[in-house]
């Protein structure tokens, strides 16, 4: 079905499965739930932007021996630092290559090698090479295929440019429910069309969250500014469980350009690939922090490089990759072969500057093994669940995997319920609607630049109990402006992201401050006898 273009009047719509977010997670599950029924898609922006896009080292999964399920458990267990749930790891990796062979089915390419035999990169953590990739933009072709087979089929409708402001709960209808209880229903969504101002409603049978992470509440990150940890931030409101997010993920290597938002990735398979991390010095130092070096896991490289920019007092560290065959580098790193050209880096004969970027949340809204959270009639994939298979720190390409397979259980477990669900025709229209134009834009963007400022200086790399609360006691005062704001104005997609951002922000903080202990990625020098 073609894309909409939305209307003016306030309008009441009704479908079976209503998904929210278009990257893989959303996309995957739209795809999988049309078999069974009528399916809405939301998203903020265009169909085509989200984080998936972005993806450039591959989908992790075991194709062939010598690598086998045993071992991409063990090396998901082992980087998730004792928090991994081992069920739902081993389930993800089992199902795992049924999922890529869906995804090829629909069109995906992935880069073969001159066998004929798919090319598996390697990326830090996996003890095997066993990333699927199309070239350095596997996120790109992923979504490009997605979006042809959904735009094709005739049970989906797609919402573009619809921000999804809060999901429906028994709330809204006037009738009290207690933080995390098992009595809560999600009903469908309120969506404002920024066109008309209008907040719409969307009644569904059951909803898909898949609306990815949380990268914006940092000043550098390698997620696109769409990223505010909207999904995360609607549920913990309508009181379903968020938890581990004390866990975000700072990749180690971004294109070091402080003017650049987003961060431009580096891949990992870089490192993969042959490339190694040096000091201002040009000196090779991840060994002396792990034996596996420059492919040791991401929170261990990354507070390596925090510390090692500390120790020299360079806003950056180097990636090397002269030693690498030309030709080969060129064909399969195009993408940043390019990028770095035109920053005026010539990545076959200098040093490519590189530095940690917040990149991932490991928490988010709490699911079980079909992708359910705690909220009947609610599922969540992507990003934005945290579904036991990450633990304390993600190994890399391990999230596309896990949000395809999520996305795909989420799907059969919501085609077998949704028909014992009924659209709740008692919601009421949006009518908390403030008066207020707020034309004072500034007020926004730069209470989101405190965040990101307060975020990045106290939560970031390494931590401490000090640093934290300081990081309270700041984000507390903007809470209480931003809500003083949200109820009186109009509302615009900019101040529910600030909303947004200030709520995953709070979640990140109090969930830090009630680790106490450092553990993969939260790490405290208060609860750490290492020097870094
Ligand atoms: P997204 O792809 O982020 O999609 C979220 C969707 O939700 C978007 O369509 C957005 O518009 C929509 N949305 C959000 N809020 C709202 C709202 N309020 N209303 C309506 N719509 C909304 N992982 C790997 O496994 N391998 C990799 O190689 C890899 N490389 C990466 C490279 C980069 C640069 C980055 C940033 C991440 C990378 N990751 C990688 C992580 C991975 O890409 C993401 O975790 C994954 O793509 C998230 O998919 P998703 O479907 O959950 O969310
Ligand atoms: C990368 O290509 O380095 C990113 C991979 C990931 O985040 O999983």
Request: contains cysteine; neutral net charge.
């Amino acid at each position: 079905m073609a894309v909409n273009s939305w209307q003016l009047t306030k309008t009441i719509k009704k479908t079976d499965f209503l998904v929210i977010g278009s990257g893989i997670a959303g996309l995957y599950y739209a795809l999988k739930a049309a078999d069974f029924g009528k399916v809405t898609i939301l998203t903020k922006a265009s169909l085509l932007e989200n984080t998936t896009r972005y993806a450039q080292g591959g989908i992790a999964a075991v194709v062939r021996s010598p690598d086998s399920v045993e071992k991409h458990v063990e090396d998901t267990i082992l980087c998730g630092k004792g928090l991994c749930d081992e069920k739902i790891v081993r389930m993800v990796i089992s199902e795992g290559p049924k999922r890529i062979n869906d995804l090829i089915n629909i069109g995906t390419r992935f880069d073969k090698s001159p066998s004929g035999d798919y090319d598996l990169g390697r990326e830090g953590g996996h003890s095997e090479n066993r990333v699927l990739h199309y070239k350095d933009s596997t996120g790109q072709e992923i979504i490009r295929a997605l979006v042809q087979a959904v735009k094709d089929h005739p049970e989906i409708e797609i919402f573009e440019k619809q921000f999804v402001v809060e999901i429906i709960t028994q709330h809204h209808l006037g009738k009290k429910v207690k933080k995390n209880t098992t009595g809560i229903e999600c009903y469908g969504a309120y969506v404002l069309d920024p066109g008309s101002g209008q907040i719409n409603t969307f009644l569904s049978r059951v909803t898909l969250m898949a609306t990815g992470g949380i990268g914006v509440a940092y000043q550098t990150t390698t997620n696109p500014d769409i990223v505010t940890g909207d999904g995360i931030a609607m549920v913990y409101r309508a009181k379903g469980v968020v938890e581990n997010m004390e866990f975000v993920q700072f990749h180690p290597t971004s294109l070091y350009d402080p003017l650049e938002t987003p961060s431009f990735l580096i891949t990992e398979a870089l490192r993969g690939f042959g490339g190694v991390l040096r000091n201002s010095k040009e000196q090779e130092f991840m060994k002396k922090y792990d034996d596996r070096g420059s492919l040791a896991p991401r929170d261990v490289v990354a507070r390596a490089i925090d510390n090692e920019m500390k120790l020299s007092g360079e806003d950056y560290v180097y990636l090397d990759c002269r030693h690498i065959d030309k030709a080969a580098l060129k064909r399969n790193f195009p993408n940043i072969y390019r990028k770095c050209r035109s920053a005026g880096i010539d990545i076959t004969k200098e040093m490519i500057p590189v530095v940690p970027a917040a990149h991932y949340i490991c928490g988010g809204i709490k699911t079980d093994e079909h992708g359910r959270s705690t909220i009947n009639r609610l599922y969540a994939a992507g990003e934005c669940a945290s579904t036991g298979m990450h633990g304390a720190n993600r190994m890399a390409s391990n999230s596309l995997l896990e949000a395809a397979v999520f996305a795909n259980r989420a799907a059969q477990h919501s085609a077998k319920t949704f028909q014992n669900y009924k659209h709740c025709l008692e919601v009421p229209p949006w009518d908390t609607e403030g008066t207020v134009l707020n034309e004072e834009m500034v007020l926004i963007t730069q209470s989101l630049k405190e965040v990101q400022g307060i975020m990045s200086n106290y939560v970031g790399i390494v931590r401490s109990n000090l640093r934290l609360e300081r990081a309270l006691k700041r984000l507390n005062l903007l809470y209480q402006e931003t809500e003083e704001l949200y109820i009186k104005s109009i509302l615009t997609p900019k101040l529910c992201e600030l909303r947004n951002v200030i709520n995953v922000a709070y979640l990140i903080i109090k969930m830090a401050i009630n680790r106490k202990e450092s553990r993969g990625l939260h790490y405290s020098l208060d609860y750490s006898e290492g020097s870094f």
